[in-house]
Nanobody, 124 residues
């Protein structure tokens, strides 16, 4: 089992930056690929970013590419999502997830463990 706890959400204004974190405990964190997803009210959960367990490859949704950066610190068992130039459409609950397969990292089906989510609200 892997337990994931997100933190760092809150209310910001358009154009601001924010970093959300996800602390993992349980099984060896460095063995898992990590992803960030988000879900806005009335919408399906969507992929935001992912980073492979080896830490070398990252993936981003087109809507956040160039603005968001995913990174991980295996020594701290933590994955981060740095969000810059935030827009109102980035408003959502942000979830981190852990998975052991390298296939379809942009899909929720590739992740076995999920955090409880942290709310990010961007005001216009």
């Amino acid at each position: 089992q892997v337990q994931l706890v997100e933190s760092g959400g809150g209310l910001v204004q358009t154009g601001d930056s924010m970093r959300v974190s996800c602390a993992a405990s349980g099984r060896t964190f460095s063995n898992y690929n990590m992803g960030w997803f988000r879900q806005a009210p009335g919408k399906e959960r969507e992929f935001v970013a992912a980073i492979e367990w080896r830490g070398g490859s990252t993936y981003y949704a087109e809507s956040v590419k160039g603005r968001f950066t995913i990174s991980r610190d295996n020594a701290r068992n933590t994955v981060y999502l740095q969000m810059n130039s935030l827009k109102p459409e980035d408003t959502a609950v942000y979830y981190c997830a852990a998975g052991s397969t390298l296939l379809r990292l942009t899909s929720t089906v590739s992740y076995n463990y999920w955090g409880q989510g942290t709310q990010v609200t961007v005001s216009s």
